[in-house]
Each structure stands twice: as C-alpha cells, then as structure tokens.
C-alpha cells in the first residue's frame, strides 16, 4: 500500500465500505461514496483488495467432508461467433463450488441436518481436462470425503482424496446432500446479477474471491474489517498504481 499514489485514508474508507454489508458495491457506487472523480483507480483499488481476499482464502484448505459441484455462470463474451445452448456455452464461466459440511443428529428426536464452515469457488477453465482435478488438489485436504453427483468430470478427483460418494442429481439431493454447496450458487448468482448485472470473464473469479470472502466471515461482524486489513497487508498484489 505504501506504493499506492491513493491515500490511506482511500484505501481505509474503501476497505469499510467493502466489508460493512453482505452484499458488494460497485466501482461506480464506490466512487460515489469516496467522493473521487475518477472511475479508474477506484476500480483499480478494489480489484486489488479483492485479489488480496482471495490470496487469504487459498490459505485454508477444506477437509472433512465437503460438498462439490459445479455452478454455469453468465458473464459478457465479446465472442462474435455462434452461441452454444446450455453447458459449453461462451455466455457461461464453469464453476467448482466446494462447501465443507458437518453432518449433525440431534439426539433427543434423531433428526439430522449438516452446518456449514468454509466455502471455495474456482473459476474452471473448460478447454482443460484436468481443471477439475487440480482445482481438488489444490483446495482439499488428502483425508477429505467428498459428495458430489455422478458428473463425468468427478470420475477421477477419487485419487487425490481419502472418499468420494455420489449421489444422483434430482431435487431430494439438491435439498439435502448438496444442500450448502446449491445455496451458495443460487446465493452468488443472485448477488452478481443484481449488483454488476453482467460481469467480464476475466473477472469473475475476483468478483467469487470476495462472495466467498465474507461469505465465509459471515459472523465476524464489525471484526471483517480487521481481517481485511491483515489479508491486504500479507498479500502481494498492493502495487503502484
């Protein structure tokens, strides 16, 4: 930050403005509120807070048992070709969602139900095979049990980790199996489209690196803004701008 030609006193107010509500601000929201003229560095600031929060979270890996399926984003393609329907689409960013379940029983009437710790979305790159394999390895711990449905992509992900059991896609497992990995897609979705409405490809994955973010410091409160600051100061991506 000592770097940056912004103020620290920008970088402070943009970091509370970031962290104090669930849901994210644009750039132009931002500038609005920072009073600045320019469109450019504030953008510019928040992609790298963003790109620090996502530094912070590849830190932690998942382990336990973890739910893991794969979301189809919209995003804007400037691809003049032909547009595919459906999976394959160049409208459409892969995405490996992981959330870290804990199956729970309540012992007084026996009903079960799962909490949920940690979330990761990685964006996939679809042109290679072994993008979900890697994304895996990467993101879990050797002794995880992963759930996922029967996708052909999973065939393999069983070498990298202790278990994997699979469940056939349909409403039922969508509600219970893969229950947290399907709320945070839909929740995501929900966010992206309402706040940025269409976002570049290129950018997603830093747009997922702070959902995930506060996602995952959900109950930190007013705490999130301290651990912003910890994750901007051990990143390296705070260069000039």
């Not at 992981?98 to 979330?119: H, N, V, W, Y």
């Amino acid at each position: 930050m000592h770097d940056s030609k912004l103020p620290v006193r920008v970088w402070y107010q943009c970091m509370a403005f970031m962290g104090m509500s669930k849901k994210p601000m644009s750039a132009h929201e931002m500038r609005r509120q920072l009073g600045m003229k320019r469109y450019e560095p504030v953008w510019a600031m928040m992609k790298k807070i963003r790109n620090a929060m996502g530094q912070r979270d590849q830190r932690y890996g998942l382990s336990d048992m973890v739910e893991l399926d794969e979301g189809f984003f919209p995003h804007a393609s400037s691809n003049n070709k032909k547009i595919k329907r459906g999976k394959g689409s160049q409208k459409m960013k892969n995405v490996a969602v992981m959330a870290e379940s804990i199956p729970l029983e309540d012992l007084a009437t026996g009903k079960k139900s799962s909490q949920c710790r940690f979330f990761k979305m990685k964006v996939l790159d679809t042109q290679k095979a072994q993008s979900i394999n890697e994304t895996v390895q990467e993101s879990l711990d050797k002794k995880t049990i992963v759930l996922s449905d029967k996708g052909k992509n999973y065939v393999d992900i069983a070498d990298y980790i202790e278990g994997h059991v699979t469940v056939v896609s349909d409403k039922h497992s969508t509600n219970t199996t893969l229950r947290w990995v399907h709320t945070a897609i839909s929740n995501a979705k929900r966010t992206l489209l309402g706040i940025y409405h269409l976002v570049k490809g290129c950018n997603l994955q830093l747009y997922l690196d702070e959902f995930c973010y506060k996602l995952n410091r959900r109950y930190f409160g007013n705490g999130i803004f301290d651990r912003i600051a910890v994750a901007i100061a051990s990143s390296n991506c705070i260069q000039a701008d």
